[in-house]
């Protein structure tokens, strides 16, 4: 086990990129995927310990949160986390630090990847997705270099009620969107979207991807399907796709990344 590991949560990719430009800027680091429940729990002999997950709905992804407590973390460890949003960081951060103090926290904007709510280049800066991408790159060294002088942040990261109330009815949310997904005669059955979901919520039966309801809402499925045959609305049909450029996934689905 390497001396410096970042657990991670992505979707799309923009998280898993972030903590692998943060594990950069440290020297190297073991990324290991909180996406399904941990190959590894034990990092007592971490120095290091780093979270880095998106904000759903108002708060962390609960799949997160439920494997973070499954986390064996030295008392001694200097732990920091790291929330990536396109506007607000919600709760994430505050639900973390109670079941792991953290020592140092950031948040953090990218480009948008809930393309029913919001087109992908959503985002606070509205700034273009080359642009968003610099910017997130640029970022990772400065927390990096942060976290290798064990920088300590001077509050414990603030939960907004509003965010919290909206998080607290995410996953009815998430339920009624399950329903409406779509897949169009597009679909080719290469088993991609099985591959990425999180839940195993996807089947290939028949050639064909069939989408269950035992859903995250990561919209990985969707933004990462070569034929874009799955839908989630006209809206989404519409609308640009995105996937952060520099992750792949092979990436995304490997339960630890050495770096």
């Known amino acids: 086990m390497h001396e410096n590991v970042i657990f991670c949560w992505s979707g799309t990719g923009n998280c898993l990129d972030m903590a692998k430009n943060i594990a950069k800027g440290m020297g190297g680091a073991d990324i290991i995927s909180l996406r399904k429940a941990p ?3 034990d990092v007592r002999s971490a120095k290091r310990v780093g979270f880095v997950f998106p904000c759903h709905g108002g708060g ?14 030295d008392k001694g460890s200097y732990v920091f986390a790291v929330s990536q949003s396109a506007s607000y960081p919600g709760t994430g951060l505050a639900e973390l630090n ?23 280049y959503m985002q606070v800066p509205p700034i273009g997705a080359k642009a968003a991408q610099k910017r997130s790159e640029h970022l990772a060294k ?3 270099k942060d976290v290798m002088a064990q920088k300590l942040s001077k509050k414990d990261p603030g939960a907004f009620f509003l965010n919290a109330a909206e998080n607290a009815g995410w996953p009815m ?23 990425i979901c999180p839940r195993g919520n996807i089947e290939i039966k028949n050639g064909k991807a069939h989408i269950g309801q035992n859903c ?14 799955i839908s989630l609305g006209r809206i989404t049909d519409k609308r ?5 450029p520099k992750i792949t996934v092979a990436e995304l689905t490997q339960d630890v990344l050495h770096v």
Do not use: R
Request: hydrophobic share 40%; aromatic share 10%; with cysteine.
């Open 39 to 41: 190959t590894v729990t």
């Open 142 to 144: 400065k927390i990096a």
């Open 240 to 244: 640009e796709h995105y996937v952060n």
């Open 98 to 120: 109670k079941i792991i103090p953290l020592s140092y926290w950031k948040a953090v904007t990218h480009q948008c990847t809930c393309i029913w709510l919001f087109p992908h």
């Open 173 to 195: 949310i998430l339920k009624l969107k399950a329903k409406k997904f779509k897949v169009s005669d597009k679909c080719v059955g290469c088993g991609q979207c099985a591959k």
């Open 216 to 229: 995250i809402g990561c919209l990985g499925c969707l933004q990462y399907c070569p034929q874009k045959a």
């Open 60 to 73: 962390a992804p609960v799949d997160f949160l439920e494997h973070a407590k499954m986390l064996q973390v």
